[in-house]
């Protein structure tokens, strides 16, 4: 069975600072992993995704993400952090070896605050 | 991408009552998934809809309390019966798109609250 810890419930950081927050994964097989972003009162946004190709991987808005697999981690980073950064963060694992939306776990979230 | 539009996008419904939530699907897609957030909480896969066959239920969730429909591609719908305050929740609708379904798109939620 697969499944993530995202190691923070809460971040905060000054605007303009680098942002960090971050998950460990663990799973059976080669992992595909998401970060999706939920702002209060709206949908989830998915921030970008791994999927066994490049090991770093881009996202928007600045993000992005690094796969280590001796690491067993998935951190989400930004050099430099906006007011509009502010909302839910989750790190997701895809059940289903080769990625997909088949079933997906989500962490438990990181609350990402900003200030001014 | 997909645009996934969720009816309603809030209710409050009296214990005991049931509540049907709508999906639609700007295009059609193969897979269409049900997931539950509670308050302050992360989501769960409740069930996955296949059109054509019956709705895969997750462990924890069972087709009398939530059953679903999948009549087409483009749409699903998710009842949740004999509702109790411990049903409320966002509920949020979610399709596959993509090479292998690469990728999941969600719906904006239905905030649901049992009084």
């Known amino acids: 069975a697969q499944s993530v810890t995202q190691l923070d419930s809460h971040v905060s950081v000054s605007e303009g600072t680098p942002v960090l927050l971050r998950c460990n994964y663990s799973?059976?097989?080669?992992?595909?992993l998401f970060w999706y972003v939920q702002h209060p009162n709206k949908g989830l946004q998915l921030l970008l995704k791994y999927t066994s190709a490049a090991t770093l991987v881009k996202g928007i808005n600045g993000f992005e993400a690094e796969f280590k697999k001796s690491e067993t981690s998935f951190h989400l980073t930004k050099p430099s952090a906006h007011m509009s950064d502010a909302a839910e963060y989750f790190c997701v694992v895809s059940r289903r070896s080769g990625g997909g939306a088949d079933g997906l776990t989500f962490g438990k979230g990181t609350h990402l605050i900003i200030q001014p | 991408s997909a645009v996934i539009s969720q009816k309603p996008s809030r209710d409050i419904c009296q214990r005991g009552t049931s509540l049907t939530i709508q999906c639609q699907v700007d295009s059609q897609v193969t897979m269409m998934f049900w997931y539950r957030q509670q308050p302050g909480q992360s989501l769960t896969l409740i069930a996955t809809a296949n059109q054509g066959s019956e709705a895969t239920y997750e462990s924890g969730f069972v087709i009398d309390k939530f059953p679903i429909s999948r009549p087409n591609l483009t749409f699903s719908t998710l009842t949740v019966s004999n509702m109790s305050p411990e049903d409320s929740s966002i509920y949020l609708c979610?399709?596959?798109?993509?090479?292998?379904?690469?990728?999941?798109?969600f719906g904006q939620g239905t905030r649901l609250t049992v009084v």
């Open positions: 799973s059976s097989y080669s992992p595909s």
């Open positions: 979610s399709v596959g798109v993509g090479t292998a379904n690469t990728e999941a798109f």
